[in-house]
Every structure is written in C-alpha cells, then in structure tokens.
C-alpha cells in the first residue's frame, strides 16, 4: 500500500472514529427532548431543519471540487442521480424515524444495542451483494465485538424487567438498524459519482422534505414543545447530524462502508461513557470488561481486513 493511500486510510479512520462519538451521544440528547415535553415529529423537523441549510453552505465551500468530481463522472445523468437519492432518503428517514420510536418505548442502552447490530447486516448485504461470503475468523471477530457490546448493556440498561418485554420498542430498533445498514450500503454507491458535501446537501434536503410530508399526511397534528426541548434539537441537529455526517459520508467514500460499520462499533461503550460523564451514571466493572472486548474485536477486525488480499 502506498504512503498515500495509507494516509487516506488513517484520514478515514479518523473520520469514522469522530462521527461514531457524535453519533453516540444522539440517544442521551434525545432523552433531554422528550422529558422536555417535545414530542418526536418536532424533534425530527428541527433536526433536519437546521442540518440542512448548514449542509448546503459546507457544499459551497467545497464545490470547486465538486466540479473537478462531477467531469469524472459524466456517465450518471441527473435524473439517475436523483432516483439514487431518494431511495438513500428514504432509507434513512425509516432508520431515523424507527430509532427515535424505538427510544419512545425502551430504554436507550437497550436500543443502542440493537441498533448497534446493523454491522451484521452491513456483512450479510455485502455478501450478497458481491456473491460473496465472509471469512470465519472475521466472523468470529465480529461475534466477539457484539458480545462485547451485550456486556456493556446488560447491567442497567434495560435488559431486564419490563423492557426486555417491550416487543414494540424492540421491533422498532431492530427496524432502525436494518434501515440504516442499508443505507449506508446504498449511499456508497452514489457516491462514486457526487462528493460527499453534495450528497449530504441533497439527501438531507430529500429527508426533511419526506419528514414535511409524513407530518401532512398524519393530518398535521398539533405539535407539543418547548424552548428547552427545542435547544436540545438544535444540539443533536448540529452534533449528532451535520458533523457525523460529513465525517462518516467522506469516510465511506475514501474507505468503505463496511470499514465504517465495523469501527461503528465503538458507539455503545461511547454512549456509555457519555452516560457516565453527562448523567453521572454508574460505570460497572463489567460494562469496563465489555469495551475492552469490544475495542479488542475491534482492532483485530481491522487487522484481518489489513491481511485480506
């Protein structure tokens, strides 16, 4: 590998690590939201409301290179792009709209957790995909990361008592990491052909817009706020969405999707140390021993995939 590509890999690594602990904190934002008395579709429209103008003036700022990126990929016509970006926009309205029903119903490590399978299924669509299937020890590798991470929840956070018992919340996150696998499946491949700046500009439009008219047709009911609940939205709409996004999105298009879903990993033992710093929740020795686990699969997914041809 030459110096330049390892510095494009070690860029992207650094990318997807920081948008992984953005991300990470979304579920905790989203409590301050809800016990502020705003409900979901308010938290989702300011989210995106606010995302998206800064989107399009990061896109400004890049669009010199947009133009060089756009010559070398004369082949795609608009239209084509356009049909590509309103199936990742919708994929990622149904991840987003699930995980926040999700986190309505369960508690937030738990939901964490199962959101935190979309890995898997990022491996299972590759393979499809390429009619290929994955090596027994990255298998094993990524057994070992997801024990990890049922390590880290299972002590308080929700994986007994009444909310293992939640088959709705549970269905809904299960809903939000399938969305979200394919996603990120699907937007690297319209990325061959866009930069990442006007993918997050235009996906982003295309989402707010699904938002708009998913809240028309429940008959616009009335929504319930606050200014607190509203600041808390405009924090996980400039955290938790345009930094992530611009990293992760980058990230993909130099790396790959399933180089970012497997350092994603990191996220619940993120979230948990988040919970410890910003909650003052309790951070058990086993939740410790699980991210160690975790972070260890990690590192060792990472070299495997340094040894693949």
């Known amino acids: 590998m030459s110096a330049l590509n390892t510095r494009t890999e070690q860029q992207a690594l650094l990318m997807i690590m920081v948008a992984t602990a953005a991300l990470s904190v979304k579920g905790i934002i989203a409590k301050f939201v809800y016990a502020s008395g705003t409900d979901i579709t308010v938290l989702l429209l300011l989210r995106f409301g606010v995302a998206v103008p800064l989107f399009w003036i990061w896109y400004g700022f890049q669009r010199s290179r947009e133009q060089v990126r756009r010559q070398a990929a004369v082949g795609m016509s ?3 792009q356009v049909g590509q970006l309103l199936i990742t926009s919708g994929l990622f309205f149904a991840a987003t709209y699930a995980d926040f029903q999700a986190l309505l119903l369960i508690d937030a490590g738990l939901s964490r957790l199962i959101l935190f399978t979309f890995p898997v299924f990022v491996v299972l669509f590759s393979a499809a995909v390429n009619r290929s299937v994955p090596g027994g020890w ?6 070992l990361a997801y024990a990890g991470l049922v390590i880290i929840m299972w002590q308080g ?9 939640r088959s709705e919340g549970i269905a809904w996150a299960l809903l939000a990491a399938v969305s979200y696998a394919a996603y990120l499946m699907y937007s690297q491949r319209v990325m061959r052909h866009m930069s990442s700046a006007l993918f997050s ?9 699904f938002m708009v008219a998913f809240y028309c ?20 709409a400039i955290v938790c ?8 999105h980058e990230a993909i298009r130099r790396a790959s999707v399933e180089r970012a879903s497997r350092v994603a990993l990191a996220g619940p033992g993120m979230t948990l140390l988040f919970a410890w710093l910003l909650l003052d929740e309790a951070l058990l020795p086993l939740q410790i021993v699980g991210c160690v ?10 070299k495997l995939r340094s040894a693949d041809p």
């Open 157 to 165: 956070n929700g994986m007994t008592g009444e909310y293992a018992h």
């Open 217 to 236: 047709l429940q008959g616009r009911p009335v929504l319930h706020y606050s200014a607190e609940g509203a600041v808390w939205s405009v924090v996980i």
């Open 241 to 248: 969405t345009v930094v992530p996004f611009l990293l992760m």
């Open 293 to 302: 686990i975790t972070v260890a699969a990690i590192a060792w997914l990472e």
């Open 201 to 209: 500009a235009a996906s982003g439009s295309l989402i707010l817009l």
């Open 138 to 143: 990255q298998i094993i590798a990524l057994c």
């Open 78 to 80: 608009a239209r084509k």
